[in-house]
């Protein structure tokens, strides 16, 4: 619980309790020594929303509202929100995870996927063997794979659903 991360105690004992602003998402930025490709996405148990670092497939694109226009990483350090959107992703087996809210981070490292934002719409989860199925109704929709201590979830080779259709129109077909 962020009430209870000793870190985030310190952080605002040093600080005087008062931060600039009231931070909506906390996330994980890590600097890992090896490359990172462009378009992957990455399952992160430590994210409070999903983060891009890149505009090109954001798709119903608004300004940040007041309160989403920074977040916090776990070390303390904040980065700027310049846009929020929609980002619908083919994963491995064709199922499209349609990402609502993505916040576009520019400074962000990685594409991050947040599992509780998912875990609250319905998917779940099964870890061990150096990956994680993702399920949604009990199917196994996606998995992401083990690389250097963080977990990449495998897309499809078209990796974005660029005309935006539902899954249940790709079904009718």
Not at 43 to 53: E, P
Not at 95 to 102: F, G, K
Request: hydrophobic share 35%; with cysteine.
């Amino acid at each position: 619980m962020k009430a209870d991360c000793f870190k985030r105690k310190n952080m605002l004992e040093k600080e005087g309790n008062s931060l600039p602003f009231a931070p909506f998402a906390l996330v994980c930025f890590e600097s890992n020594a090896f490359e990172i490709p462009v378009n992957s996405w990455w399952l992160d148990s430590g994210a409070t929303v999903h983060v891009s670092n890149s505009l090109q497939d954001l798709r119903n694109v608004r300004t940040p509202s007041e309160r989403e226009r920074n977040i916090l990483g776990v070390n303390g350090s904040v980065a700027t929100v310049e846009a929020v959107g929609t980002i619908n992703l083919v994963l491995d087996s064709r199922h499209v995870l349609e990402l609502n809210n993505v916040v576009y981070v520019p400074s962000s490292r990685r594409n991050l996927i947040s599992s509780s934002v998912l875990d609250r719409c319905g998917y779940y989860f099964w870890q061990g063997n150096s990956k994680i199925d993702v399920y949604y109704k009990s199917i196994v929709v996606g998995i992401a794979s083990l690389h250097n201590g963080l977990y990449m979830l495998k897309l499809s080779t078209s990796s974005v659903d660029t005309v935006g259709k539902s899954q249940r129109e790709r079904s009718e077909k």
